[in-house]
């Protein structure tokens, strides 16, 4: 599925277009673009410009007016872009219609984040579920994109399945995905023997948006080596331990990041990783407290809970990276009970918003591990005694 041989051996410069509308306000979209020069980032791209429009809607040619892209074409020129990424999904047509106008490489927020997710698959199941999800990409968007396709050097948005096979059509996309689904049910299968394998132990999942700090707080955990990076999507397999606090044992896995405006193939294809959520009996919901807008993160990751019917699970929201938030927020002048007091109304808060539910942390400082380990320790051990009243050497 990933071509290794055509790989960017260097970073691509980009520019970046968003669109202000009446579902999105000014701040939203800075934010969103905020993230997309993230994703960029994590893909092997520097962002040199950003590109806004305010529109009642999108254009439906060329998703930003006439003006606006011609003044995109002549910048792009000028600094020889080399990919120009849009924040909102884009349709075939578009796609085709817009790189006839700049004459450059141009993809949209889905083919990016399927890029990345190409080049993070590592097992047999996430190449499939990634390789599914790129066709699944495609074949709406048939008629518009071959040529965007057949495009050759390489680079951030050409890792797709079609690039040696232009002669793909709606049927033998078709049957690919045919194929694909067919392929991942068997390993789905394999996964489900797995998990009913792991006998009577309590399951852990750790949840959160992507970026969050999940994966150092399963290292820190279950002290075990998971790849952990400060980029997007840094692990798409999930990542299972058991592991022992005191003389109670569990099982703890570490699962795929979620984001704003994930493609909805993507989720689809994914839902054999996000069975982890799915059968876990406590949730670790994972927050960067320090985040400008962790609240919102928050709301991607309960409603994508929701879509998963997990959301109701006991969960422990861990605020994670209380270091950065600290930093952030207060002044070096500022006076220690004035500090205090400003993170006794932000625990007050959330144990109020959590039902005494949460824990604040800094991973990277190790600092309040002791009661994070706690906290799961006696969800555990509660957890336990509802399922297994008879087993005591479970909770003691």
Same mark, same amino acid.
């Given at each position: 599925?990933?071509?290794?041989?055509?790989?960017?051996?260097?970073?691509?410069?980009?520019?970046?277009? &968003?669109?202000?509308?009446?579902?999105?306000?000014?701040?939203?979209?800075?934010?969103?673009?905020?993230?997309?020069?993230?994703?960029?980032? %994590?893909?092997? !791209?520097?962002?040199? #410009?950003?590109?806004?429009?305010?529109?009642?809607?999108?254009?439906?040619?060329?998703?930003? &007016?006439?003006?606006?892209?011609?003044?995109? !074409?002549?910048?792009?020129?000028?600094?020889?872009?080399?990919?120009?990424?849009?924040?909102?999904?884009?349709? *075939?047509?578009?796609?085709?219609?817009?790189?006839?106008?700049? *004459?450059? #490489?141009?993809?949209?927020?889905?083919?990016?984040?399927?890029?990345?997710?190409?080049?993070?698959?590592?097992?047999?199941? !996430?190449?499939?579920?990634?390789?599914? /999800?790129?066709?699944?990409? @495609?074949?709406? $968007?048939?008629?518009?994109?071959?040529?965007?396709?057949?495009?050759?050097?390489?680079?951030? *948005?050409?890792?797709?399945?079609?690039?040696?096979?232009?002669?793909?059509?709606?049927?033998?996309?078709?049957?690919?995905?045919?194929?694909?689904?067919?392929?991942?049910?068997?390993?789905?299968?394999?996964?489900?023997?797995?998990? #009913?394998?792991? *006998?009577?132990?309590?399951?852990? /999942?750790?949840?959160? =948006?992507?970026?969050?700090?999940?994966?150092? @707080?399963?290292?820190?955990?279950? #002290?075990?080596?998971?790849?952990?990076?400060?980029?997007?999507? !840094?692990?798409?397999? %999930?990542?299972?331990?058991?592991?022992?606090?005191?003389?109670?044992?569990?099982?703890?896995?570490?699962?795929?990041?979620?984001?704003?405006?994930?493609?909805?193939?993507?989720?689809?294809?994914?839902?054999?990783?996000?069975?982890?959520?799915?059968?876990?009996?406590?949730?670790?919901?994972?927050?960067?407290?320090?985040?400008?807008?962790?609240?919102?993160?928050?709301?991607?990751?309960?409603?994508?809970?929701?879509?998963?019917?997990?959301?109701?699970?006991?969960?422990?929201?861990?605020?994670?990276?209380?270091?950065?938030?600290?930093?952030?927020?207060?002044?070096?002048?500022?006076?220690?009970?004035?500090?205090?007091?400003?993170?006794?109304?932000?625990?007050?808060?959330?144990?109020?918003?959590?039902?005494?539910?949460?824990?604040?942390?800094? /991973?990277?400082?190790? $600092?309040?591990?002791?009661?994070?380990?706690?906290?799961?320790?006696?969800?555990?051990?509660?957890?336990?005694?509802?399922?297994?009243?008879?087993?005591?050497?479970?909770? =003691?």
């Amino acid at each position: 599925m990933i071509d290794k041989s055509k790989q960017i051996q260097q970073e691509e410069t980009a520019v970046l277009v &968003g669109l202000v509308s009446k579902e999105q306000t000014e701040t939203q979209v800075q934010e969103y673009m905020d993230e997309l020069a993230f994703l960029a980032e %994590t893909a092997g !791209a520097v962002t040199v #410009k950003r590109f806004t429009q305010k529109m009642q809607h999108p254009d439906s040619r060329t998703f930003v &007016g006439k003006g606006k892209l011609e003044e995109i !074409a002549k910048y792009v020129k000028e600094k020889e872009i080399r990919v120009v990424i849009f924040d909102d999904e884009l349709t *075939g047509a578009q796609i085709n219609n817009i790189e006839k106008e700049i *004459g450059a #490489k141009t993809i949209d927020r889905s083919d990016l984040i399927l890029d990345i997710f190409a080049r993070r698959a590592k097992t047999a199941q !996430a190449k499939a579920q990634v390789e599914l /999800a790129q066709y699944q990409y @495609i074949l709406p $968007r048939l008629r518009g994109m071959w040529k965007h396709l057949e495009r050759l050097g390489g680079g951030i *948005g050409t890792r797709g399945p079609g690039e040696s096979e232009i002669e793909t059509d709606r049927r033998i996309v078709r049957d690919k995905i045919s194929l694909l689904r067919k392929r991942l049910l068997e390993i789905d299968k394999q996964a489900f023997t797995q998990r #009913k394998d792991r *006998g009577e132990f309590i399951r852990v /999942a750790l949840v959160g =948006y992507t970026n969050v700090g999940k994966s150092t @707080i399963m290292n820190l955990l279950s #002290k075990r080596d998971v790849f952990a990076e400060n980029k997007l999507f !840094a692990t798409l397999d %999930t990542t299972t331990s058991k592991v022992v606090f005191e003389t109670t044992p569990f099982l703890l896995s570490d699962t795929v990041g979620f984001i704003r405006k994930l493609p909805h193939h993507l989720v689809e294809s994914f839902k054999s990783t996000l069975d982890e959520v799915r059968e876990a009996d406590i949730l670790l919901h994972v927050v960067d407290i320090s985040h400008v807008n962790y609240e919102e993160q928050i709301g991607v990751v309960n409603k994508t809970l929701q879509e998963l019917n997990a959301f109701e699970k006991p969960t422990l929201t861990i605020f994670n990276k209380m270091d950065l938030y600290e930093k952030h927020t207060f002044d070096e002048w500022l006076e220690p009970e004035t500090k205090q007091d400003i993170l006794n109304d932000l625990y007050e808060r959330w144990q109020h918003e959590t039902g005494n539910n949460a824990v604040f942390v800094s /991973a990277v400082e190790k $600092r309040n591990l002791e009661q994070l380990r706690a906290s799961i320790l006696e969800k555990v051990r509660e957890m336990y005694r509802k399922r297994y009243p008879y087993k005591s050497e479970f909770f =003691y």
